[in-house]
């Protein structure tokens, strides 16, 4: 599913924002700011507690671009308030601030096309799956007006490399402020 170009899909979600359980949380709060939306599979793993980690170990470098993080997996608002307590020595993401989208319907990872797993639609277009569904991973960079500039997926075991993110965004700035293309291996 292409979306560069495209207005980012709309939604409202429940999601972790500064350590509360927000039920109306949607990326038009954003909407003056570039956003980086990140899905991963699930929370107290692996490659995505590396992920999740490393998203804030740059969290500075997102910021001072005009851009806010936020990530988003299957797991309910319990279980992210779990993660965010936990050590990172003990599987979690304590000392995370960014928000995390609690995407317990799925639809927030459907709607960006990073739902993994056997699903179809029924005739009244209610998803219906017959497996396990989880977020693939996905990364999305929303501009200020909410379209799409970038969209990568990744395969689940292979995290993500977050120079290269912050590369596209700045990508993205230079040539949305400035107008200047930016040619192979340019960084910013």
Same mark, same amino acid.
């Given at each position: 599913?292409n ?18 359980v927000? %039920?109306?949380?949607?990326l +038009?709060?954003? %909407?003056?700011? !570039? ?6 599979p +699930? ?19 997102? +910021? ?9 997996s ?7 308030? #779990? ?6 020595? &003990?599987g979690?993401? &304590? ?13 927030v ?8 797993? #056997?699903?179809?639609?029924? &005739?009244?277009?209610?998803? &219906? ?8 991973r ?12 970038? #969209?990568? !997926? ?7 490399d ?13 040539? #949305? ?6 040619m192979?291996?340019?960084?910013g």
């Amino acid at each position: 599913m292409n979306l560069i170009g495209k207005p980012a899909p709309a939604f409202t979600a429940t999601a972790v924002v500064d350590g509360q359980v927000v %039920r109306d949380f949607t990326l +038009e709060t954003y %909407r003056d700011r !570039y956003v980086v939306l990140f899905f991963y599979p +699930e929370d107290f793993t692996g490659v995505c507690g590396s992920e999740v980690h490393a998203f804030q170990a740059r969290l500075a470098d997102f +910021e001072a671009r005009e851009a806010v993080v936020i990530g988003c997996s299957i797991n309910t608002a319990t279980t992210h308030l #779990q993660y965010l307590k936990t050590p990172a020595s &003990e599987g979690g993401a &304590e000392g995370v601030t960014y928000p995390l989208i609690a995407d317990t319907n799925r639809m927030v990872a459907d709607r960006f096309g990073t739902l993994n797993g #056997q699903f179809d639609y029924n &005739e009244y277009g209610l998803l &219906e799956a017959t497996s396990d569904l989880v977020c693939q991973r996905g990364t999305f960079i929303i501009d200020k007006g909410g379209t799409v500039w970038f #969209q990568s !997926y990744h395969f689940m075991p292979i995290g993500r490399d977050i120079d290269g993110v912050i590369r596209e965004l700045d990508a993205i700035r230079r040539l #949305q402020i400035d107008g200047q293309v930016c040619m192979a291996n340019w960084k910013g």
